[in-house]
């Protein structure tokens, strides 16, 4: 069964597709070389996220500073959650 997260206002898309072990609390998840994130900024997140895993912490890091981006780091939790009753 495959991991994923969508945007929190998707709960009824996510009932559509049982197969799939949505993660609601999630800011991004990674299922092998698939990665999802729980929207726009977490993609943001997410990106970055890929660039430190490939590239390197610095190289992420670089990157969010010159784009003026105060990143979440965490995976697991997406402090907007709440927001939506997840």
Known sequence: ???ATAEK???EIMSLRP???WVSHARWVTDGNIW???GVSAGIDATLAW???VYGKEK???IANEI???RHENASRDPFAGLHGV
């Open 1 to 3: 069964m495959s991991r």
């Open 9 to 11: 206002v998707f709960k």
């Open 19 to 21: 197969p799939v072990h």
């Open 36 to 38: 999802t994130s729980s």
């Open 51 to 53: 660039i430190e895993e």
């Open 60 to 62: 992420a890091q670089d």
């Open 68 to 70: 003026e981006y105060s």
